[in-house]
Structure formats: structure tokens, C-alpha cells
């Protein structure tokens, strides 16, 4: 949006052209991905737009690209979803935030995600790593539940090299085992590849 809507059109009609899939920028509010016999629902919350994009692109042209809820907007989504995949990953742009420890709003946010019904999240947007909780929930049936949380996944792209502390990040690489209807989920393993990013 720094460049104003239009441009922000475009950079979305060229992401499409290429067969990728942009997420939480446009009409679809959510995506729907079959691996390995699993439906997985996928939602992202966009908050935040910078200073100069807010000033490019007007809250009207805003809203026709990026959807902001509510938290309970979001809750109400995620229970919505639960029914129907076996696996609701919910990613968050938070917006920059710096530290390498969540906040009292992150932890809120994503515990109410998973109390709503969602297995993964993933926090973005805070710029430095932060740490990855599993959180362990009963569901419907009595199963344990775990609830991925990787609280921030640093910078995988960036143009600002002034910062050093915001120029790494992490690629996760999850093996999980679930239920039909998502009646029980867990992680059995957990890896991540650390990134850097060296030239911008």
C-alpha cells in the first residue's frame, strides 16, 4: 500500500499470475489445502498497514484488500472453521514489535485462538524471533489437543539491514498426527531451519 491502491492491485493480480497463493490480501478470507488426505483451513489476520501506506491507500480502498477483525471477530471465525478440517492454522502480521519476548496481548490472543479451535499459529510482523509454545488443550471428544504457537517467526525479507537484531528468522517444519475431524492432534516433531538475511 506504499505505493497506493492501484499498485497494491497489482502486486496482487502478479502474485496470482505466478500460481501463489496470497494470503490475507483480498476477497478470499480463507484458504483450503489438501495434504495427505487432510483438509487444512488457513486464515491470516493483516492488522497493520505502515504509516505511508495508510497515507497512499484510503481506509476505503484499505478494506477492499485486507480484512482487520476484532479478536472476537477472529475467535468467531476460527469456531466456525473447526467443524469442517482437521487441521485450522491461523497466521498473524502483528505488526513491528520489538523484542524477543511475546507480549501479555500476544499470549492472550493466541491462547484464545487455540481455546477457539485453531492447531497452529504464527506470529508475524515482530521482527525478532520469539519463542514456540505447545499448548496443551482437552477437546470435544477428551483427546489431548496440542496447539502449536510460534509466538514470532523473525524477518525472512527485509530492506532495513540497520538493525541486526531484525534480520534473522526461522522455517518450521512440523510432523503432526491428528483424527478425522481434528478429534486430537499432536506434534511429533518440531525442527526449524534458522535464516539470515544478508543482502536485502
Given at each position: 500500500f506504499d505505493s497506493g491502491f492501484a499498485d497494491a492491485q497489482y502486486t496482487l493480480e502478479r502474485i496470482r499470475a505466478t500460481h501463489l497463493q496470497p494470503l490475507g490480501l483480498g476477497p478470499e478470507e480463507v484458504q483450503v489445502l489438501r495434504v495427505n488426505g487432510l483438509s487444512i483451513a488457513w486464515l491470516h489476520e493483516g492488522r497493520e498497514v505502515s504509516a505511508v501506506g495508510q497515507k497512499a491507500a484510503g481506509g476505503e480502498e484499505r478494506a477492499?484488500?485486507?480484512r482487520a477483525r476484532s479478536d472476537e471477530q477472529l475467535f468467531e471465525q476460527v469456531r466456525a472453521l473447526r467443524p469442517y478440517h482437521d487441521v485450522v492454522v491461523v497466521s498473524i502480521a502483528q505488526g513491528k514489535r520489538t523484542g524477543a519476548t511475546p507480549t501479555a496481548a500476544?499470549?492472550?490472543?493466541?491462547?484464545?485462538?487455540?481455546?477457539?479451535g485453531a492447531d497452529l499459529i504464527l506470529g508475524m510482523g515482530a521482527e525478532q524471533v520469539q519463542e514456540i509454545e505447545?499448548?496443551?488443550?482437552?477437546d470435544a471428544s477428551g483427546c489431548q489437543r496440542d496447539v502449536l504457537i510460534a509466538y514470532s517467526m523473525g524477518t525472512l525479507l527485509t530492506e532495513n539491514r540497520n538493525r541486526r537484531e531484525a534480520?534473522?528468522?526461522?522455517?518450521?517444519?512440523?510432523?503432526?498426527e491428528t483424527r478425522p475431524g481434528g478429534q486430537g492432534l499432536r506434534y511429533t516433531s518440531i525442527l526449524y531451519t534458522p535464516t539470515y538475511v544478508r543482502k536485502w
Open positions: 477492499q484488500l485486507l500476544q499470549r492472550t490472543l493466541a491462547r484464545g485462538l487455540g481455546q477457539a505447545v499448548y496443551a488443550l482437552p534480520l534473522s528468522g526461522v522455517l518450521l517444519n512440523l510432523t503432526l
